[in-house]
């Protein structure tokens, strides 16, 4: 259990850090072994934030894109008041999924597929006979409860993590029976509403990266050379996603035991996911230098970064629902028509009284 607990922070660290060695802001201060060796830290620099700028805007999307999930309902409207319901889902914002459909060698390009999870408790209650409230939330916080669970590469210190959102809808076409107790036109609702998305999280940890050609001189010897770095690494990581959605769905029953639905979505919003990364450690080469051998020096790294995700999201919506009377199980993901390969994929269940 107390792993299970960890492993969506510590994902959400290894996104933000362990894949980004260094940022836009980086600095670095090389300590030479003996008097005399220099490394091309210019260059290394260079090379350090080509590889976070491929990778930035993939996941402050994906955050973007996560902070919209965690509405698993595959009816068109849950009944006027008293009715309502309650379950559990978990999204996932992913990006940059263009990634596996290229070639080995158009993958060097540095960037990674980006994935973002948000567990919530949803519910929904009736309003009028048309109308209804579905809502979500989620928060785990080190003060409630800290895993103990850690490893060298990672032990998470601290963390914060909250999720909230609600959507108003109304049932624009009510549902009407085609053929009875085989297929249904479940009407067609009209939502809107508003989500948020925010944490931190601080850990500490082991980092080992790899650097190639890279100048090194000492004395008569200068070469590029392969660098790595096994280093102990500081991160502090904190986000903020806030968004406004608008969606009109339609919905389809078959042997009421499947539902199916789909629809149109749009998203305005803004955020913010913002990095500091400090590093410190040893640097060797995978040539021997002259008298010296493959220890060329220690590096430090301090780097901070901020990036912002796009700001709109139309979104092409599809879901299928399982009725087993009062429980529901359901699957859901958008897709991102801003380029037709950022998607959400979301699992839930639900009650419904």
């Known amino acids: 259990m107390k792993n299970l607990l960890f492993i969506p922070v510590a994902l959400l660290f290894f996104l933000a850090a362990a894949v980004f060695p260094a940022l836009a ?29 491929a990778n930035g805007g993939f996941l402050s999307d994906a955050f ?38 290229r070639s080995k060698d158009e993958r060097n390009d540095g960037s990674f597929p980006m994935m973002v ?21 989620f928060m785990f916080t080190s003060g409630m409860y800290k895993p103990e669970a850690s490893n060298s590469m990672v032990r998470v210190n601290e963390f ?29 609702t009209l939502g809107m509403g508003g989500d948020v998305m925010m944490g931190s999280v601080k850990a500490d940890g082991r980092y080992r990266a790899s650097y190639k050609s890279v100048n090194v001189t000492y ?27 608008a969606q009109a ?8 035991l499947f539902s199916f639905y789909t629809g149109m979505g749009l998203t305005g919003g803004y955020g913010i996911f913002n990095t500091t990364f400090t590093a410190n450690g040893t640097l060797t080469s995978d040539v021997a230098i002259p008298l010296l051998g493959t220890t060329v020096g220690t590096m430090t790294m301090n780097s901070t970064n901020k990036y912002k ?45």
């Open 117 to 137: 999870p948000n567990p919530v408790l949803h519910f929904g209650f009736g309003l009028t006979e048309r109308t209804d409230f579905i809502g979500k939330f």
């Open 219 to 245: 004395g008569a010897f200068n070469q590029d050379v392969n660098l790595s770095l096994d280093s102990r690494y500081n991160a502090d990581v904190n986000w903020a996603v806030y968004s406004a959605t």
């Open 25 to 53: 802001g980086t600095s670095i201060t090389f300590t030479s072994a003996v008097p005399g060796l220099t490394v091309d830290t210019t260059d290394l620099e260079k090379k350090v934030q080509d590889l976070i700028e």
């Open 64 to 101: 973007f894109l996560s902070n919209i999930t965690g509405y698993p309902i595959g009816k068109s409207h849950i009944g006027a008041f008293p009715h309502f319901q309650i379950g559990v889902a978990n999204g996932v914002g992913c990006t940059n999924m263009a990634y596996f459909a």
């Open 249 to 256: 769905l339609a919905y389809f029953d078959f042997f009421y």
């Open 309 to 353: 995700p796009y700001p709109v999201a139309p979104t092409y919506i599809l879901g299928l629902e399982i009725n087993l009377l009062m429980l529901k199980l359901n699957l859901e993901t958008m897709v991102n028509m801003r380029n037709g390969s950022d998607v959400t994929a979301l699992v839930g269940t639900r009650m419904e009284f």
């Open 160 to 188: 914060n993590i909250y999720s909230a959102g609600g959507r108003f809808r109304y049932n624009i076409v009510q549902r009407t029976t085609v053929l009875p107790m085989v297929f249904s036109f479940g009407g067609i």
